[in-house]
């Protein structure tokens, strides 16, 4: 007996039954981007590992734990992006998309992470981004907020999603910030749990951004970054709070806020949704003023969010959103050969008028036929047979409800339908 293949762990099949949410998305995804002005960027699933290793950061959880990391046949260290944003950066300096103009960008797409699969946390998981380069002022970070914002009220869900804000500042300020964590955190070294005491080290900020509860105590009294901001950083903060109010924005400020990638820079920010337990982010983003440069292009702002995919459609499922389901509207059944021909004309008029069709295919007695079509979750039986070739007819049958089925004449059939389906019969 040969034994069955499986899938990798924490990489998912979507089945049928799923991707209809997926499309639903995807469409609403679409339509957001395009109102903002955003253009699509469709990039390379691997990239080289310095790419990520220089942009996110030596010392990050992505990069010390959570990389497909593996040598190709010529020996090049490659890996599977585990964001996009690195990825954007550097196509965006290679093809010169951003030396002398600004860009507004956007990609959907898979990640890796080899991270200890559960509920909201895969291998492989889907983010949509949205990356601006080339604005220094605080009215792109606004207007990036406002492009999660006006999915989730696509989504229906703008009463389940909750921002976070905050200011990190520049370099300088953060170094002398993190000096003063480094000795803050410091005095209680023994507290620590052994995550935090390994960041003490490499990554003193993290350590804001544990959530053990033994931890919360310490964290508490810590220094604050808001008062390390230079007047630049503060002033540009207040701006960015300012706008979001203007436009009905709430938030909410948040000292701990500092993201888990070295890239960013003054503005960071996080989504999260009450839908989900732990997982409970659902979108994040903020400025990375250096990053441009750092990956070799010329002195370039950017800002942008990534957004996962996977708890958005969970918080889709969980507050009852409706996506238009992929099963059929009409389900043609056809007894003999004219009737088949005939069945596929008025199959392509219903298609014509967008209507989902599905024709019968395999033959069969018309109980099995009908069988098929209520396994198939349609709406809306069509039956033709010789008598309805005659009498140029079609018998219209509801089949989620009692209603009595009708010999409707060939030529009104399709506004037959139409009316019957608008009115959910
Ligand atoms: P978390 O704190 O949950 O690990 P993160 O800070 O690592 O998130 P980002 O790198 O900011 O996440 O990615 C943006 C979004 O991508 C997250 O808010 C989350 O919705 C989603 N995401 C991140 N990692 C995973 C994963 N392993 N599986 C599913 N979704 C993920
Ligand atoms: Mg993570």
Known sequence: MSIKVQSVRGMNDLLPSETHWWQAMERAIHHVAAIYGYEEIRLPLLERTELFKRS???????????MYTFLDNRGDSLTLRPEATASCVRACIQHGLINRSKARLWYMGPMFRYERPQKGRYRQFHQFGIEAFGWTTPDIDAEIILVAHALWQQLNIAEHAQLEINS???PEARQRFRA???????????SLDQDSQRRLV???LRILDS????????????????????????ARFDRLCNLLASQDIGFTINHRLVRGLDYYTDTVFEWTTNLLGAQNAICGGGRY???????GGGPIPGAGFAMGLE???????????????ARPQVYVCTLGSDAEVEGLNLAQELRAEGIRTTVHCGGGKLSQQLKNADRASAVLGVIIGADEITSRTAIVKSLRTDAEQQSVVRSEIVETIQGMLHSKQ
């Open 56 to 66: 996110i950061g030596e010392e990050t959880d992505i990069v010390e734990k959570e």
């Open 202 to 204: 490499t990554n003193p």
């Open 289 to 295: 003023d250096g990053l441009v440069e750092l990956l």
């Open 180 to 190: 003063d964590l480094v000795s803050y955190f410091g005095n209680y070294r023994d």
């Open 311 to 325: 708890r958005l459609i969970e918080v889709l499922r969980q507050s009852n959103y409706d996506a238009e389901l």
């Open 168 to 170: 990190i500042g520049t």
């Open 211 to 234: 959530k053990n509860p033994n931890m919360q105590e310490i964290i508490e009294e810590a220094p604050v970054m808001t008062d390390y901001l230079d007047s630049e950083s503060a």
